[in-house]
């Protein structure tokens, strides 16, 4: 059975970096990539960026480019993801999820979401 | 980058009624990498179709999904109660992998 298992609930100020984790359980870190997507209170689903654990590849969304930061640790099995310069507009439920890289793939497990909450 | 664009904003249906979303998007999808999910309240999205008409593990045949191209829909036969949910389209054969807006779908 494969689990990501995510990391607890943030309070950060305007300015600050949250770095959230994502640890995956069987094969995942072998076979798959490991993509982040958040969603603010209310709203859609929004595609942040991604990495190969394998080969260390990693894919951004041009809105995050420059203030996003996805790594692996495959000797733990986690995947973080690092977000600076935190805005308000940056509270959010941050999930992992993970797509096999075979070929285009969708993503068929996810974590259960990491609210970080952006406030003064 | 693909935008998708989900029809209707809100579908409110009876039990044992037909449902039918609809997903367009900008530019063709290459190779039917279309995917939908299911998202409930306070719960991370449920894959429920790939490959725009592939149903995941476990996904009940009243869920289906057809289309190609631009124009994709996602049906499902026989509403239930527990099918009240928000459903996403997104295609994954480009980066980035774009979303639609979702559908929410309410049971009368």
């Known amino acids: 059975q494969v689990h990501l298992v995510q990391s607890k609930a943030e309070v950060k100020k305007p300015g600050s970096s949250v770095k959230v984790s994502c640890k995956a359980s069987?094969?995942?870190?072998?076979?798959?990539?490991i993509i982040w997507v958040r969603q603010a209170p209310g709203q859609g689903l929004e595609w942040m960026g991604g990495?190969?654990?394998?080969?260390?590849?990693?894919n951004y969304a041009q809105k995050f480019q420059g203030r996003v930061t996805i790594t692996a640790d495959r000797s733990t099995t986690t995947a973080y993801m690092d977000l600076r310069s935190l805005r308000s507009d940056d509270t959010a439920v941050y999930y992992c999820?993970?797509?096999?890289?075979?070929?285009?793939?969708?993503?068929?497990?996810w974590g259960p979401g990491t609210l970080v909450t952006v406030s003064s | 980058e693909i935008v998708l664009t989900q029809s209707p904003g809100t579908l409110s249906l009876s039990p044992g009624e037909r449902a039918t979303l609809s997903c367009r998007a900008s530019?063709?999808?290459?190779?039917?990498?279309l995917a939908w999910y299911q998202q409930k309240p306070g719960q991370a999205p449920r894959l429920l179709i790939y490959?725009?008409?592939s149903r995941a593990a476990g996904i009940p045949d009243r869920f289906s999904g057809r289309g190609s191209g631009t124009d994709f829909t996602l049906s499902i036969r026989r509403l239930e109660p527990e099918d009240s949910a928000v459903y996403y389209c997104?295609?994954?054969?480009?980066?980035?992998?774009?979303f639609g807006q979702g559908t929410k779908v309410e049971i009368k």
């Open positions: 999820a993970r797509a096999r890289i075979a070929e285009a793939s969708p993503y068929d497990y």
């Open positions: 997104q295609q994954y054969g480009s980066s980035p992998h774009t």
């Open positions: 490959g725009a008409s």
């Open positions: 990495i190969i654990p394998i080969f260390g590849s990693t």
């Open positions: 069987g094969d995942t870190f072998n076979n798959c990539g």
């Open positions: 530019q063709s999808v290459s190779s039917s990498y």
